[in-house]
């Protein structure tokens, strides 16, 4: 094969290399858009401006429906995946109630999930079972 050939079958394949690199590059930045996109969606400042609320762990039965509610229903607006419910409405979670989260989280280490149904559950057990033995000790 003759030099001048070779040589440009050399740059082919070099523009081709080039052109795979550009296209994987694009790729890339596609892909990364994706996620921050998908992250900013599903963001504490999302739910913020939905109107979700902290939680402080307050004696009071009205209090706790009110926030598991609130919090599901701004879920329900932004279709917020499954696996994202349990670590957003957590960070919403102050004084006593992110108290209890994270000595919850400790005894559970061995459990690699939560479930948004099974936080619902355990969140329901502690602060509304709470808070109505309270009201109700106080009216005896």
């Known amino acids: ?20 690199n550009v296209q994987a590059r694009r790729e890339r930045k596609k892909l990364l858009f994706a996620k921050t996109n998908l992250e900013g969606q599903f963001s504490i400042e999302r739910l913020k401006a939905l109107g979700a609320t902290t939680y402080e762990g307050i004696a009071d039965p009205a209090n706790v429906e ?26 919403l979670l102050e004084g006593n109630a992110k108290d209890w989260w994270i000595l919850f989280e400790a005894k559970a280490r061995e459990v690699d999930f939560v479930s948004w149904e099974d936080f619902r559950r355990v969140f329901h ?16």
């Open 1 to 20: 094969m003759p030099r001048r050939e070779r040589e440009r079958g050399r740059g082919q394949a070099s523009e081709a290399a080039k052109l795979v």
């Open 66 to 91: 009110k926030w598991l509610r609130l919090v599901n229903k701004c879920f329900g607006v932004i279709s917020c995946p499954k696996a994202r419910k349990v670590k957003l409405a957590t960070f």
């Open 125 to 140: 057990e502690k602060f509304y079972h709470c808070s109505f033995v309270k009201r109700k000790e106080g009216n005896f």
